[in-house]
């Protein structure tokens, strides 16, 4: 698990599939995960790819509050 700017992301290995997913939480809310891409072979690329749409959605966010 790791935070991006208040938002906790935790990312986790499904044996099932053998890939890395992450889902992201605020406030204890999910509010994104990695359902829409068909997972990553390495933990490091879920990583980078969280940060990416965690940051995305805080820019989207701010920009709505505008």
Known sequence: MFIV???LV???WWKHQEIYHWVAYQKGEKILDSQCCSGFERESDATKHAEQEVNYYLENQEEAEE
Do not use: C, N
Request: no cysteine.
């Open 5 to 7: 700017r208040d938002i």
């Open 10 to 12: 935790e990312v986790s």
